[in-house]
């Protein structure tokens, strides 16, 4: 089991930051690929960014344009989504999400192939 506990988020005005803190504990060891995804009120949830635990790589989702930077500490167990430049299009519930080892140990943009969640964090962006 691994727990994914996060911190962050909250509301800020368009142009503003944010960074959001995703902690993961338990049985990290298979936890290759660490990713953030968000839901919007009515849409699906959407991939947002991936980092990988072993070197730092990142992959992001086209929406993001440059403006968002995820991250880890890996001797924290850490994993961060520093957010530049937010819009209203960014209010969302944030997740975190582990990918499922099963599924290999590169990256995914699909929410069924993550199986740890953390709680969710609430991003409103007001213009």
């Known amino acids: 089991q691994v727990q994914l506990v996060q911190s962050g988020g909250g509301l800020v005005q368009a142009g503003d930051s944010l960074r959001l803190s995703c902690a993961a504990s338990?049985?990290?060891?298979?936890?290759?690929?660490m990713s953030w995804f968000r839901e919007a009120p009515g849409k699906e949830r959407e991939f947002v960014a991936t980092?990988?635990?072993?070197?730092?790589?990142?992959y992001y989702g086209d929406f993001v344009k440059g403006r968002f930077t995820a991250s880890r500490d890996v001797n924290k167990k850490t994993v961060y989504l520093q957010m530049d430049n937010l819009t209203p299009e960014d209010t969302a519930v944030y997740y975190c999400?582990?990918?499922?080892?099963?599924?290999?140990?590169?990256?995914?943009?699909?929410?069924?192939?993550?199986?740890?969640w953390g709680q969710g964090t609430q991003v409103t962006v007001s213009s």
């Open positions: 980092v990988f635990w072993s070197d730092g790589r990142t």
């Open positions: 338990g049985r990290t060891d298979n936890t290759y690929v």
């Open positions: 999400a582990s990918r499922d080892p099963r599924y290999g140990s590169t990256w995914s943009p699909w929410t069924y192939e993550h199986l740890y």
